[in-house]
């Protein structure tokens, strides 16, 4: 998707793809005229990169980054930058090693929807942000099918780790401390190992409030993979949306909302992902910061952190980290 | 209301009205051919009355209660109960002593919507509850000008008991503990001294959960006065509830949604509040039991204290008490 | 379900009733303890009727409405009246020889969302009515396995005679021609040889009009049976409604729309056709008029007439009635 | 807007800006430094241009599109191409003889909806396509206000070029008849001589249809200048979409639809017009042919004329163009 969405974009070129699995980087590579590797080390080392996009599971970021940072290339690391705090602290240690720059890959910066909220606050139009409940739910299908290693992940780092970095990047506030709960045993009965639902209440410095919830139990019925409502209530004004039902509707085999955005427009990807990689691009070519960056991969990393812990302990888990810019 | 849900009801008569206002209980009386009261042991000395429906403030139904009560009345009281555990207490020895029927006036039982979800998990359609979340709010409207007694009450006493009690006769299930946020300032500004907006997580006894939000701080642009927002998520099924937006949406001095419940069909009122009070006189007359009655009204209560509790302390608050039948 | 709807309902009592097969009688008069018929004339001699409720298949009226009229009953005849100008003067000449009252069942009268539309123009709310765009749209369900004479029917007949006499009732307008289009061919495939798609524009007198639509052809994945769209607009305000999603979406075996009114509410059915007998009993024990009346009745069964005329000749159809009041 | 959607597209540059008002030419210029002209036959003998983007009013086509064809650029077209045949077949002709490529701008080509509704179509996922009901109409914003010689144009010119040309896309068939009704007055008391409401139904040669509304009357309180309503049905499935409602609500001031295309995407311009644009340029440079063409063009003003024939004769009006391929 990343290779498609450069594909003809200006001033950048696709070189390499590499993938654990042989036939998925042969694929890729034949597909946009690349060279295919297996090993991230060696691709690093045969082929002159710029930069590098870090697509891998979220758990197993840290060694392509910390590698690929060490040779020099700027990262675009996916969401959630990591799973520990240490592999927070080595790729942060990598990146400032090397000078390189590193975005953290927060796709729904590039979400219209999610913009118009942030643009929303930041232009003053909501006044100061009372509270927000953002709700990022999936169908079955997510944890059963379509991710491997589900059980390694949950709803919170798959689906809050949005949410999280949604939550501060609207409010701009300071998260000091995170209250959760939830629940697994359904998941598990399907052989998934993992929390089913989760709710986290945070808290920010200056007293607001934000409320999250994301589950991974919603049926295969439903006209989305995904659900996705989002509800922010300022001073001024308040803003609520629906970000999976953009009004498309359609009563085939089932009822499906085939959503508004993404795919390809006369022949050219179009959408949040595409959008962001192409920002990385422009503004690396252009000798601007991009973002989101370390910082703040770094917080929401803390942050859903103390949601696992919360859940683990029962109790209110502060946070001490300051917000990133 | 009430009067006029029972007007032209068969074998029912309203006989007297009584409000601390003379004005009003004889505007009352007029329109419906009503005894004027403004002292409520005064209408019980002086009419005999099989049923009382005590509509005072939330935080002042003990007297009525308690009086009637021992008058040999049934009741049918608003929702809450009562906003202390001392006037829960009472009430419930008052109603135990007399020997009367009590009902708590939980309106949203009636509401088709909220009784779709309940059937959905009472018939097995819905399969376990694994988690809620219950969004009610109010626009400014409601604490700045609706109710003058705001200030005495919160988001959490006048629309959280409605949403408590619907996730506990939803899920079915025991709350053994609450955890709550908030934050109060905007309504203050405004002169009403109360919580702006309240999160409550509630943790039921086999480790599901229930998310609750309420806020008085929606924009009055807002195209209802009301926001309900439900989603109730079981193993086998999950519904996604908006009880405010029933798809009549009125483009005149401002957009509005008018609602499809309530209001007059043909001359005769319909909607939740009407069909309660006829199913509490229905059930006296067939000497049926009512409901929801003392029990539910007294968990609710204390559910919302611990809610309060929770905000004041920043700590989870357990629950003691059994759910009722 | 008129049985149901009126058992316990004050001051009226169902006796009997008749339907061509002995068991579905019999069936319905043990439930709710009746004289079961298979001849309507065996009835109308054996049993005293206050009124006759007529709600055999839309082309078959007539006999039974003129039998039971001539025997001195008051009569409820479900939409649409006839489906012949002979049969509307037929039931016509009936009813006024023996001079009992008459109503014709367009229950949408009692729908809420219509009664709201209806209300904003007749209060003057939405200003002189500009135009109206009705669509009432039925899946392939309904002809192919809901109604055994879906090919003596059609979208027009079963569909279009509601939106007719809303548009009229909620303009106030006379019609003066028709104009419409439509297609046939997929049902007749699946052995319903009628109109799959039928298209109405209405001119009333003053030059403004309204645009009806009626299919029979919507996939059977679509959340409700039903789809009912409706816009007015009006020179002082416009009120857009769907009918059909009240905001419950439950995802279950399927994605659907459960509806908000019907269903019975603590044991008490409610809903639009149960509001509707209601009102014809309560109108008749206290003496006043009925309706929608014969003349509305006759009005509708003519404007259908000259749909199904103009889609055979493909030219404009005048209107010549007068509206009823 | 089309010089900020190509600022920064690779391989093309925007040079010049012509505006019968000086100011307004100027205003562009210096903002994306071109050069301005308030004379278009000036700017095209002192400017070297490859290709030309006709935007003046729906009316005044005609003149810049003959002389820049004349002057052997291409040429991109507002719609509709022309008002009149006779324009139509001027820049036919002027196009024809100076071999140059011309694109009409339907936009709603680049919409993500209505390529979706298309490209259900088109993949056989819609079946054959047996109805479309496609309702496009604005507040009274944009007659009154927003363009000021409205009087000269109407709903049908404005708005149903918009949706004649996707009737035809999706249904992919040939226009046969069309029959027009509409009423006028509200608009001429405000000042604006023009028609108020406008529905036409288009037949198709295999006997299936398209029914279009177009009002400018919709209340300055509704959510969206816009109101798009689309329903496609065919024999495999149907498709219901609102093309504006995308899920935003803002509370603001007013409550409003802020809709999800559209606008910055950090800093780069996205939305159908801009990828219109971006798309006749890509095309022109790679040598592919261009499109929707002028035979869509002269289609789209066929059939529009011919509604606007239907509503002064009040008669159906054949259409005998063959389609655009």
């Avoid at 975005?103 to 509270?131: C, K, Q, Y």
């Amino acid at each position: 998707m990343y290779a498609q969405s450069l594909d003809g974009f200006p001033d950048v070129r696709v070189r390499a793809v590499c993938d654990l699995n042989h036939q998925a980087a042969q694929k890729v590579a034949d597909e946009f005229g690349l060279a295919p590797f297996t090993d991230h080390r060696t691709m690093l080392e045969q082929t002159e990169l710029d930069a590098v996009i870090v697509a891998t599971p979220d758990f197993a970021h840290r060694e392509a980054a910390v590698d690929a940072a060490a040779s020099g290339a700027h990262l675009l690391i996916e969401k959630p930058l990591a799973t520990t705090a240490e592999d927070c602290a080595a790729i942060s240690d990598a990146v400032q090693r090397a000078g390189v720059q590193c975005m953290v890959g927060f796709e729904n910066r590039w979400n219209p929807a999610i913009r118009r909220i942030h643009d929303l606050s930041a232009s003053g139009e909501l006044g100061d942000v009372l509270t927000q409940n953002i709700l990022l739910s999936n169908t079955y299908y997510v944890p059963t099918t379509m991710i491997p290693w589900a059980a390694k992940s949950s709803p919170a780092w798959f689906l809050m780790s949005h949410t999280v970095d949604a939550a501060v990047w609207v409010a701009d506030k300071r998260v000091t401390s995170v209250f959760a709960s939830g629940s697994r045993g359904r998941l598990a009965e399907l052989g998934v190992d993992t929390w089913d639902v989760v709710h986290a209440l945070l808290a920010f410095d200056d007293g607001t409030t934000a409320n999250l919830t994301s589950t991974w139990v919603l049926p295969d019925s439903s006209p989305s993979v995904v659900d996705f409502q989002y509800k922010a209530v300022g001073t001024k004004s308040a803003v609520d949306v629906d970000l999976q039902d953009h009004g498309i509707r359609h009563a085939g085999e089932a009822y499906k909302w085939p959503g508004l955005l993404g795919g390809e427009i006369d022949g050219r990807l179009q959408g949040p992902p595409t959008w962001m990689v192409q920002s990385f691009v422009s503004r690396l070519n252009a000798g601007e910061p991009v973002g989101p960056g370390l910082d703040q991969g770094v917080l929401v990393t803390d942050i859903v952190l103390a949601v696992l812990e919360s859940l683990r302990t029962g109790e209110v888990t502060p946070i001490n980290r300051r917000p990133a810019g």
